[in-house]
């Protein structure tokens, strides 16, 4: 789990865990305040419950994130109109602002909105469902992460960045880093990662 400064690049905080949990982000965000550190934003790429965890620290979900939820709901190459028309939508987030975005969701659901309604029933329990869950999905996703998508335009003077990329590519070039030595014991390989990011 690493948490990275946006403007120098620098590691902050490192630590090794079995699994992530809102409880350890909150832990390590409280360590690296305590360490004299003053955190001016989060860009996180968003779990239940995290953005309500730091109180008067604005959170920013990384859009790249938001899109690969919407890949995962609808494929990148999805077969319905609405679906083709919703993930057209989530690929113009990292060009857009944050009028002109809620604008285009609220026509794309305005357009489709009885289509999002369609249940189908099943005839061996005679109970109903959504027909299409997947774009219901994609669009709730959408809408219950909207008011952390666009939260670097609210503070333009923190230079808040939309996305978690820069980190991502640290963990990119980790990952081949590790790849080339892939016989390592677990010592040696928490040893290069140590060096990596120089925590």
């Known amino acids: ?15 090794y865990v079995k699994n992530e949990t809102n409880k350890l982000y909150l832990s390590a965000i409280k360590e690296i305040v305590r360490r004299g550190i003053k955190v001016q ?12 965890l730091f ?14 939820i919407i890949n995962r709901c609808l494929t990148r190459k999805p077969k319905t109109q609405a679906a083709i028309e919703l ?20 026509h794309w659901q305005h ?8 249940r189908t029933i099943n005839p061996l329990t005679q109970k109903s469902h959504y027909t299409h869950k997947r774009l219901r999905s994609a669009w ?7 008011p952390w998508l666009f939260v670097f335009e ?22 081949n880093k590790l790849r080339n030595h892939n016989g390592l014991s677990t010592a040696r390989k928490k040893k290069l990662i140590d060096g990596f990011f120089k925590a």
């Not at 789990?1 to 946006?6: A, G, L």
């Not at 996180?44 to 953005?51: A, E, N, S, T, V």
């Not at 003077?157 to 996305?163: G, L």
Request: aromatic share 10%.
């Open 1 to 15: 789990m690493v948490f990275k400064d946006s403007i120098s690049g620098k590691c902050l905080y490192k630590q």
């Open 41 to 52: 934003a989060i860009i996180c790429d968003g779990r239940k419950g995290l953005f309500q």
């Open 55 to 68: 109180g008067d620290i604005p959170v920013q979900m990384c859009q790249f994130h938001q899109v690969q």
């Open 87 to 106: 993930h057209a939508l989530s690929l113009t987030l990292v060009k857009s602002d944050k009028a002109s975005f809620i604008t285009a969701l609220a």
């Open 111 to 118: 357009t489709w909105e009885n289509y999002l309604k369609e």
């Open 140 to 146: 709730l996703s959408l809408k219950r992460n909207l």
């Open 154 to 175: 609210d503070y333009k003077e923190r230079m808040i960045p939309n996305t978690t990329n820069a980190l991502d590519g640290s963990f990119a070039d980790l990952k």
